[in-house]
């Protein structure tokens, strides 16, 4: 699995406009498989992603989205996650 940490910067007109589109495609991915849990942080400062994939599909759905891109968004890592209790069962 891999974890994608992201911070939210500044307030940003443009990320708000993308949040909606961009929820709708991880509904998607989830309902694939490809992402096992999202949501932002109670305080709103960021997010953190759990998708099911290769580290360069993760990578590659990251920089699909263009909400990643907009202003006040900022991706703070993408890293390789060990799920020790819990998860999709294999």
Not at 33 to 39: I, P, Y
Not at 71 to 86: L, P, Q, T
Request: no cysteine; net charge negative; charged share 30%.
């Amino acid at each position: 699995m891999i974890a994608v940490e992201v911070a939210y910067t500044t307030p940003s007109p443009e990320r708000d406009r993308l949040r909606p589109a961009h929820r709708e495609r991880l509904n998607g991915l989830h309902a694939e498989g490809k992402v096992f849990a999202s949501g932002p942080w109670p305080d709103d400062t960021g997010a953190l992603l759990i998708f099911n994939t290769e580290a360069d599909e993760a990578q590659r759905l990251v920089d699909e989205d263009p909400y990643f891109q907009a202003d006040g968004v900022r991706v703070v890592s993408v890293r390789e996650w060990n799920v020790v209790v819990g998860g999709p069962q294999e």
